[in-house]
C-alpha cells in the first residue's frame, strides 16, 4: 500500500511539473501573428498612445521625477518590492531593440524578451485579453517616444519568491493566455467595455482578492483588501458598495472621467487611476465600460457589519458627535447630506457603510482629494486630521458618521487607526 501511495504522489508530481512546463512555458506568438490594419504608421501610432492611456501604462512605468515611461517606480507587494522597468525606445536599457513579437509575448504571454517569465506584478493576466492589432499599435506608440538611458533595477523579493523558476507553477495554477473573445448575446458597445474594462483596464488587478500566493480567488471584481497599500477597492459588483444599479450611466462616466458626480468622488488609489488615465479616453469608452459594470452588479448583496452593544455605541457616539460639530458639521451639515459634489454626502453614502473601514480611516487621517481634471480643474478636497485629532477621536468621529442618519457600520478603535498612523494618502 505504502510503495502504491508513494508511486501516486510521484507520478501527480510528475504530471504537475509537466503541467507546469507546457502551460508556463508555451508561446503563442504564432498563433496571433501581427494584423495589417488599415491605417498609416502615424494613425497606428496615434492609436497606440491612445490604448497606453486606456492601460494606465505611464502611471506604473514612471518613477516621481523621471523621464515618462523609464521604469524605476516601486510597487510594493506582500512579496517584496518591484521595480518597473524601462520601456522607452533606448536599446541598451528599453525595448528599442524588441520586435512587435516580443512585446506581444510579454503583454500576452508573460515573457520577456529573452524569454524569462515575468512576474505578474505586471499585470499580464489581465493584458492577455488585448488583442494583437491593439498590441502592436501600443509598442509603435512607445518605440516612437524619446530614448531614455536607464539601467532597471532589480527586484527586492523575499525567498522564495526570487525563484523566477517557481514561476511555472503559479502560471499553471492561476494563467491561461486568452484574447477577449466577444459574446454574441451582447451588444457591440457592452463588448467594448467588457474588452476595456477585462483587458487594459486591467480592473481585476485591484478590484479581485488575491490568496497567499497572489493568485485571484473569488468572483472577478468582487473587491478585495489591498494591505501593502493600505486601501480597500470596492466590489465592482455589488451595489451595496458600488451602486452601479442604482446611478444612471450618464453620472457613472461623470464620475470616471471628472472624478466626482452627485453620486459621489474617486478616493484612494483610484484618483491616480482618473488622472493618469479615465480622464483621457473617448466618452464612447468610458459609456462601454459604464454600462459593462452595470451589467455586472447583482443587487441583493448587502454589507454584514458586526453588531455592537448599545452601551459601546452610546460612548462613541458622544464623544464622535461632539468631534463632527466642531470639525466636519460646516462642510458636511447637521443632517449629513453634505452639499455635492464639493461636499459629499455622508448620510447613505457607500464608502461610510462599507464593512471595511480602511478608507474611511485613511481619508480622515491623510484628507479626501479628488483628482484634478480636465473636466474638474478645480476639484474641493478634504483636509487631513492626522494632526489635530487623536487615534482615539478619528476613531470616534468615524462611530458617529458610520451610525448616524440611517448609517450602520461596525465600530472603529484606535489600534486600528495607529496602523494607517504615517502612511501616505496614495
Not at 483621457?280 to 465600460?289: K, V
Not at 454589507?303 to 460639530?325: D, N
Not at 457607500?350 to 480636465?374: D, E, H, K, M, W
Amino acid at each position: 500500500m505504502k510503495r502504491l501511495i508513494a508511486a501516486f504522489i510521484v507520478t501527480l508530481l510528475a504530471f504537475f511539473v509537466i503541467s507546469a512546463y507546457v502551460i508556463g512555458g508555451r508561446d503563442t506568438a504564432h498563433i496571433y501573428p501581427s494584423v495589417n490594419v488599415a491605417e498609416s504608421a502615424a494613425q497606428q501610432i496615434q492609436r497606440g498612445s491612445y490604448l497606453l492611456k486606456a492601460g494606465n501604462c505611464m502611471a506604473c512605468h514612471t518613477a516621481r521625477g523621471a523621464a515618462e515611461f523609464s521604469g524605476g517606480r516601486m510597487l510594493p507587494t506582500t512579496f517584496g518590492q518591484f521595480y518597473t522597468p524601462n520601456i522607452t525606445s533606448d536599446v541598451k536599457t528599453g525595448i528599442g531593440a524588441w520586435s512587435p513579437d516580443e512585446f506581444w509575448r510579454a503583454l500576452h504571454d508573460g515573457k520577456g524578451r529573452d524569454g524569462r517569465l515575468l512576474y505578474p506584478a505586471f499585470p499580464y493576466t489581465e493584458y492577455t485579453k488585448v488583442s494583437r492589432a491593439d498590441s502592436d499599435a501600443m509598442f509603435a506608440a512607445l518605440q516612437s517616444l524619446p530614448a531614455v538611458s536607464q539601467v532597471n533595477r532589480e527586484h527586492e523579493l523575499a525567498f522564495p519568491f526570487n525563484q523566477r523558476s517557481l514561476l511555472l507553477f503559479w502560471r499553471a495554477l492561476y494563467f491561461t493566455p486568452q484574447v477577449y473573445q466577444a459574446d454574441p448575446q451582447q451588444s457591440a458597445e457592452w463588448n467594448r467595455g467588457a474588452y476595456l474594462v477585462q483587458g487594459l483596464g486591467h480592473c481585476a488587478t485591484c478590484h479581485t482578492a488575491r490568496n497567499s500566493l497572489g493568485g485571484s480567488v473569488g468572483a472577478a471584481l468582487a473587491g478585495a483588501e489591498i494591505p501593502e497599500l493600505n486601501w480597500y477597492a470596492t466590489s465592482l459588483i455589488s451595489n451595496a458598495e458600488s451602486g452601479h444599479v442604482d446611478i444612471p450611466v450618464d453620472r457613472l462616466v461623470q464620475r470616471m472621467q471628472s472624478g466626482v458626480s452627485e453620486d459621489g468622488r474617486v478616493y484612494g488609489l483610484m484618483t491616480e487611476v482618473v488622472k493618469e488615465s479615465l480622464q483621457y479616453l473617448e466618452a464612447s469608452d468610458i459609456q462601454a465600460m459604464a454600462v459593462y459594470l452595470k451589467s455586472q452588479q447583482k443587487k441583493d448583496q448587502r454589507i454584514e457589519s458586526e453588531k455592537v452593544t448599545e452601551r459601546e455605541l452610546a460612548v462613541t457616539m458622544a464623544r464622535g458627535e461632539k468631534i463632527y460639530k466642531e470639525n466636519c458639521v460646516e462642510c458636511h451639515q447637521a443632517n449629513g447630506k453634505g452639499a455635492a459634489p464639493a461636499y459629499p454626502a455622508l448620510a447613505g453614502s457607500r464608502l461610510v457603510n462599507l464593512a471595511s473601514t480602511t478608507n474611511i480611516t485613511r481619508i480622515i487621517l491623510n484628507g479626501g482629494f479628488s483628482p484634478s481634471t480636465q473636466h474638474n480643474p478645480e476639484p474641493f478636497g478634504m483636509p487631513p486630521f492626522a494632526q489635530i485629532l487623536s487615534s482615539q477621536e478619528i476613531a470616534d468621529v468615524a462611530n458617529f458618521v458610520r451610525n448616524s442618519w440611517g448609517n450602520q457600520g461596525s465600530l472603529l478603535i484606535s489600534s486600528e487607526v495607529d496602523r494607517y498612523r504615517g502612511q501616505a494618502s496614495h
